[in-house]
């Protein structure tokens, strides 16, 4: 780093330069983006879970004002349109694929979740479509729906696919069944447990939205859409549902007001307004309302898991043995079938030694929104099942609950670390991150503030989570014979222009992640360029190399190394018209604090003097280089990352009201490399956040009939400011050993490693009441109930609302 760019390097805290045009309100997301001739889309969707599409009428719709347009899947279908594709398949038990069914962008024949799209009208204004998406008729007979876990898996349950019996759509297993179960035979305790990972919606800032032109004169699309990874919406829509060749498909994501996961998949809309521009020969443009979000966004979580830990006389984990069902919802979303099984089961080592693990997941289809990933994707539901299941069996063998996860932990010498679910650890120190988090929250003074809320007459509780995840998903050849169909590497052009200033082309897609900033600080960092003097470019597919987009906290540990790889070429090269400039060997020359130096001497060239020379090469080595100095890089991770750390948390309980107050969260994360302090801790605190908000508050609930209760925010609850505490941020480093810049990754951190903290301190607090169990979220009905049962108090009867089973 050169004195130019001090404290602007990797370990500076740098103030995000995207967040000054967000505060200007000057930031241009798809909404935003009005077309010349721009018309307007409104979906009719279904209101049934489960129906029969008798006839559809259009034509009180058709002659309403305004009105361009009403398309079905009877269009859809005449036009050879594609249904949206799953992008992973996986292998049953039994070594037959998993069932596939199809999932047209407008319902043909029936409706299998309310919300299914039925049909799309097309007007010159938004109301106007509204208005008239409501004189659409459609001829409904009504089917029977199943909506929960336990009743779609159960005997005559209602069928969502025919080609699916009994609702299932793959049953999947992971390990070897026969040491765990050698080992629960020799075993001196097993403790077992249940647990429901509740279903939530992702509810990012800026719902879904999509724009598409079609351009008859260059026979072009252009999508503008809220997207995390445009070149694989591309790819989809290429490949396999709008059907045309790549090169005529441009897809944009312009500024994207968060995603968590959500903003990864190929959705129908997206295919429909290039389709309907064509047909009408001028934009279409569809945003959804907040509403229409909770009934088209892919959801998240929702798994039944009962599991055995089998312990010997000292307190050691000899085998874990796991059972899921996991909801998919109606159809197959884009990456669905991989959540529950390869990045759920694989996770379920955690930071433990443990010897042999087995696991088993069922798939289900229900008559729901389809499930998939949301902010931690898999590792969530495994982290919580995990440190529920040492916080019971802490309890059981009357053992100190961080003793028991000391005892268990994997040591430092042990790594490289193979776990007896495939992965295999590179390094960490699980330990360190757990003092440091004890120390945060002063665990050794717990006992005199139990003391005081008792006297004020709440109910203190603690509770701690060890938790570890799997980041940087990868490399492309294992997870393509896992059943993944695209790649999943990453890919940064660096253009150094004449003048010294760096534009950076990345694959990776920013929507909160602070990419401007983080990237700039790498190039910063290597090449010794202000960062006032370096330009981020993402999203649009057009200007980009391909890429595979963000989720999974993949964007610093693979799109990062993918840049600092092309940044690698571009200084090989620096050294090479440097070699000739300062008549000396290239071998002699070296690269430090943004000079090419002749080693040993003060002869030098600065890299803006360089970079001159590339792109005015009177004095040059023309005949050995090209003019020019930019370069391009791929990274293809050889394994993935991992985070981890512990999450300590405190919470009062009023034992009147049952209301759950969060007092004190202190967490430290090992996430590797830091590129940005003040970046990193804000994602820790939006992931507690979204995690909190999964442990207390937030449930998507449908009746057994498949209808959405929860589909509003005065039904659906988010954490508010007022319900979470100031956060205690730390981080102890073991660097990643296999990528170049060390980065482990911290977008999903809070939401994995809290939510079973959470739920551990609650229980700790109910413990003296006789309350051994509450299900997330803890809310203070919940709570209330959980208290009176344990009290044998009466409560009134609960309200039949379903749940997330």
């Not at 398949?89 to 962008?105: F, L, R, W, Y």
């Not at 790594?415 to 679910?421: D, G, I, L």
């Not at 983080?518 to 290597?526: D, G, K, M, N």
Request: charged residues 20%; aromatic residues 8%; glycine residues 10%.
């Amino acid at each position: 780093m050169s004195a130019a760019t001090a404290g602007e390097g990797i370990g500076a805290s740098v103030a995000r330069r995207e967040d000054r045009r967000f505060l200007l309100g000057k930031g241009r997301y798809t909404d935003d983006i009005v077309l010349p001739d721009q018309t307007w889309a409104v979906f009719v969707r279904s209101p049934h879970a489960h129906a029969a599409i008798r006839s559809i009428d259009a034509a009180r719709a058709l002659a309403a004002p305004g009105v361009l347009a009403v398309l079905t899947g009877a269009e859809v279908a005449a036009d050879d349109l594609g249904g949206i594709p799953c992008g992973w398949q996986i292998t049953n038990k039994d070594g037959s694929k998993m069932v596939e069914p199809p999932h047209p962008a407008l319902a043909q024949g029936k409706v299998r979740h309310a919300g299914d799209p039925v049909a799309m009208v097309i007007a010159e204004g938004r109301a106007q479509a509204k208005e008239a998406a409501k004189l659409v008729d459609v001829d409904y007979e009504p089917l029977p729906a199943v909506a929960h876990l336990r009743d779609a898996a159960s005997p005559g349950a209602a069928q969502v696919w025919d080609e699916a019996p009994g609702n299932v759509c793959f049953d999947w297993h992971l390990g070897d069944a026969g040491p765990v179960d050698a080992a629960f035979a020799a075993a001196d305790r097993v403790v077992a447990i249940d647990v429901v990972n509740n279903r939530i919606v992702p509810n990012a800032i800026e719902p879904r939205a999509a724009n598409g032109h079609f351009d008859p004169v260059d026979d072009r699309y252009t999508l503008y859409t809220t997207s995390q990874n445009p070149h694989l919406t591309r790819l989809l829509l290429g490949a396999f549902t709008l059907k045309v060749p790549e090169h005529k498909l441009r897809v944009v994501a312009p500024d994207v007001g968060g995603g968590f996961g959500s903003k990864i998949f190929h959705y129908a809309e997206e295919l429909l307004v290039l389709w309907a521009s064509r047909r009408v020969g001028r934009p279409v443009k569809w945003t959804a309302e907040r509403s229409e979000s909770f009934l088209s966004d892919a959801h998240g979580r929702d798994h039944l898991s009962h599991a055995e830990l089998a312990l010997d006389a000292g307190g050691k984990f000899l085998a874990l043995r796991v059972s899921t069902l996991a909801n998919l919802g109606a159809y197959l979303s884009t990456f669905a079938p991989a959540i529950p099984t390869y990045l759920y089961a694989t996770l379920l080592s955690g930071p433990y030694a443990i010897p042999a693990i087995y696991a088993e997941v069922k798939a289900i289809f229900t008559h729901t929104v389809p499930v998939d990933a949301v902010r931690g994707a898999g590792r969530p539901e495994a982290s919580y099942l995990l440190e529920r299941l040492v916080d019971k069996a802490a309890l059981a063998i009357g053992a100190d609950r961080v003793d028991l996860r000391r005892r268990n932990f994997i040591r430092p010498d042990q790594f490289p670390y193979q776990t007896a679910v495939a992965l295999q650890y590179d390094t960490g120190d699980y330990e360190a991150t757990l003092d440091l988090a004890l120390a945060a929250i002063d665990h050794a003074g717990l006992a005199e503030r139990k003391a005081a809320s008792q006297a004020r007459g709440k109910l203190r509780g603690f509770g701690i989570s060890t938790y570890l995840e799997a980041c940087g998903i990868a490399p492309s050849a294992l997870v393509g014979a896992l059943g993944a169909r695209a790649g999943l590497y990453e890919a940064a052009t660096v253009r150094v222009h004449p003048t010294g200033s760096v534009t950076v082309f990345t694959g990776s897609h920013s929507h909160g992640q602070g990419h401007e900033t983080t990237f700039a600080q790498l190039v910063a960092e290597q090449l010794g360029v202000p960062l006032a003097s370096v330009e981020v470019v993402h999203g649009d597919t057009d200007r980009i190399p391909f890429g595979m987009g963000t989720y999974g906290s993949r964007s610093a540990a693979v799109g990062g190394s993918a840049i600092v790889k092309a940044m690698d070429k571009i200084v090989e090269k620096g050294k090479k018209v440097a070699a000739h400039l300062l008549e000396a060997s290239v071998a002699d020359v070296e690269f430090a604090d943004g000079k090419f130096r002749v080693a040993g001497t003060d002869r030098e060239k600065t890299f803006g003097e360089v970079a001159f020379a590339a792109y005015v090469p009177h004095n040059y080595p023309i005949e050995t280089v090209e003019p020019g100095l930019e370069d391009s890089a791929f990274y293809d991770p050889k394994n993935f990352t991992f985070p981890a750390g512990c999450h300590a948390v405190e919470v009062e309980i009023d034992p009147e009201t049952g209301v759950v107050e969060v007092v004190d969260v202190a967490i430290a994360d090992d996430v590797g490399t830091v590129i940005n302090p003040m970046i990193v801790d804000g994602q820790a605190h939006g992931g507690l956040a979204h995690g909190i908000g999964q442990a207390l508050y937030e449930e998507c609930v449908y009746d057994a009939t498949g209808q959405l209760l929860s589909g509003s925010f005065m039904s659906y609850c988010m954490p508010r400011a007022a319900d979470l505490p100031m956060f205690r941020v730390g981080n102890h480093a073991t660097p990643c050993t296999h990528n170049p810049t060390g980065i482990k990754g911290v977008g999903e951190v809070g939401a994995i490693g809290v939510p079973p903290a959470v739920i551990n301190a609650v229980l700790d607090a109910l413990a003296p009441l006789g309350v051994a169990d509450i299900e997330m979220p803890a809310t203070p009905e919940k709570v209330w109930r959980a208290m009176a049962a344990a009290g044998a108090a009466s409560a009134p009867p609960r309200p039949s609302a379903g749940g997330a089973a």
